[in-house]
């Protein structure tokens, strides 16, 4: 059986590794191929790890994975033993020399020469289901910290649209990269608290969660909120990967990082928090069926096989 190995850099406490962790444990499920993670800023770490495998998929991002250049990329390629695929579209699209193929983390972005659409990683879990409001309602949003995930307009949509007693509950948690100080979290979240009207009460959580805590917390939300103001970069959210498993209604803005999960259903430029509520989970269904394991694991191993 032929081995993959994914590469990613080694900070946990970053939406690009949690992108990588993810794929990760769908992959290894496979009957096809053995997979191996590697978390790394070691370029000779990997160089040992790449001689014992056939395959290795990079989770590129310059900042997490500075040490990947076309100088490792093309002696690998000049040997002829190893098949080289890099994931990329985490805000940056960076070529290398030797490269056989690039998959996109955008589902529906334009794809040019030796590039293919991946698709949300995403798992379901049994102990994680749909359950109705009761009582008032809990809104939430989660995160690294940083302005981009515009947490302002959020509070602003919930003091437009209800007169009714309601909680929000924020999940800001501290990035290595973006917000390693914890300091535009903390600036975030009290600029929320000021905004929020006397009905509607605030709950905060910093600390870091893995992924199946994080899913759960979202999941005890009556429904999750984003509205990004993304600059013009390429990628999409992995926050709403996490919103999609909880299997709680979710509602979005016009960001391109969201673009792939927007509907009419879901649009909060074209329908209130309490119309998406109503909606309840059903029409999310669209995303179960296009996103699961099954799927993911079979896109991806369609594109290895066709290198």
Same mark, same amino acid.
């Given at each position: 059986?032929?081995?993959?190995? #994914? *590469? %990613?850099? +080694?900070?946990? !406490?970053? $939406?690009?590794?949690? @992108?990588?962790?993810?794929?990760?444990?769908?992959?290894?499920?496979?009957?096809?191929?053995?997979?191996?993670?590697?978390?790394?800023?070691?370029?000779?770490?990997?160089?040992?790890?790449?001689?014992?495998?056939?395959?290795?998929?990079?989770?590129?991002?310059?900042?997490?994975?500075?040490?990947?250049?076309?100088?490792?990329?093309?002696?690998?390629?000049?040997?002829?033993?190893?098949?080289?695929?890099?994931?990329?579209?985490?805000?940056?699209?960076?070529?290398?020399?030797?490269?056989?193929?690039? #998959? *996109? %983390?955008? +589902?529906?972005? !334009?794809? $040019?020469?030796?590039? @293919?659409?991946?698709?949300?990683?995403?798992?379901?879990?049994?102990?994680?289901?749909?359950?109705?409001?009761?009582?008032?309602?809990?809104?939430?949003?989660?995160?690294?910290?940083?302005?981009?995930?515009?947490?302002?307009?959020?509070?602003?949509?919930?003091?437009?649209?209800?007169?009714?007693?309601?909680?929000?509950?924020?999940?800001?948690?501290?990035?290595?990269?973006?917000?390693?100080?914890?300091?535009?979290?903390?600036?975030?979240?009290?600029?929320?608290?000021?905004?929020?009207?006397?009905?509607?009460?605030?709950?905060?959580?910093?600390?870091?969660?893995?992924?199946?805590?994080?899913?759960?917390?979202?999941?005890?939300?009556?429904?999750?909120?984003?509205?990004?103001?993304?600059?013009?970069?390429?990628?999409?959210?992995?926050?709403?990967?996490?919103?999609?498993?909880?299997?709680?209604?979710?509602?979005?803005?016009?960001?391109?990082?969201?673009?792939?999960?927007?509907?009419?259903?879901?649009?909060?430029?074209?329908?209130?928090?309490?119309?998406?509520?109503?909606?309840?989970?059903?029409?999310?269904?669209?995303?179960?069926?296009?996103?699961?394991?099954?799927?993911?694991?079979?896109?991806?191993?369609?594109?290895?096989?066709?290198?």
């Amino acid at each position: 059986m032929k081995k993959v190995l #994914i *590469v %990613t850099g +080694p900070e946990v !406490e970053c $939406g690009i590794y949690q @992108y990588a962790w993810a794929a990760y444990n769908i992959l290894k499920q496979s009957k096809n191929y053995e997979y191996e993670f590697l978390a790394t800023d070691d370029h000779r770490e990997f160089l040992q790890k790449a001689s014992e495998v056939d395959i290795v998929i990079y989770n590129h991002h310059p900042h997490t994975l500075s040490w990947l250049s076309s100088g490792i990329t093309r002696p690998l390629h000049n040997d002829g033993r190893l098949k080289q695929i890099v994931i990329y579209g985490h805000e940056h699209k960076n070529r290398f020399t030797g490269v056989d193929a690039y #998959i *996109v %983390t955008d +589902p529906y972005a !334009e794809v $040019g020469e030796n590039e @293919y659409n991946g698709m949300p990683p995403v798992k379901y879990y049994e102990n994680i289901d749909y359950s109705p409001p009761k009582g008032v309602i809990k809104i939430g949003t989660s995160g690294i910290g940083n302005r981009t995930k515009n947490l302002p307009q959020i509070i602003n949509l919930i003091n437009e649209q209800f007169t009714e007693d309601v909680i929000l509950n924020l999940h800001v948690s501290d990035g290595k990269f973006v917000d390693p100080s914890g300091k535009l979290s903390e600036d975030l979240t009290n600029i929320v608290k000021r905004r929020a009207n006397s009905n509607v009460q605030v709950q905060v959580t910093r600390a870091f969660l893995d992924k199946i805590e994080l899913i759960s917390w979202l999941n005890e939300n009556d429904i999750n909120l984003y509205w990004y103001e993304t600059p013009n970069v390429p990628g999409v959210s992995g926050s709403i990967d996490r919103a999609i498993e909880c299997k709680k209604p979710f509602g979005v803005n016009e960001s391109s990082f969201l673009s792939h999960v927007r509907r009419d259903f879901n649009d909060l430029n074209k329908v209130s928090i309490k119309q998406i509520l109503a909606g309840g989970i059903d029409p999310f269904s669209e995303f179960y069926n296009l996103w699961n394991p099954k799927r993911f694991i079979e896109r991806y191993e369609s594109i290895i096989e066709k290198v």
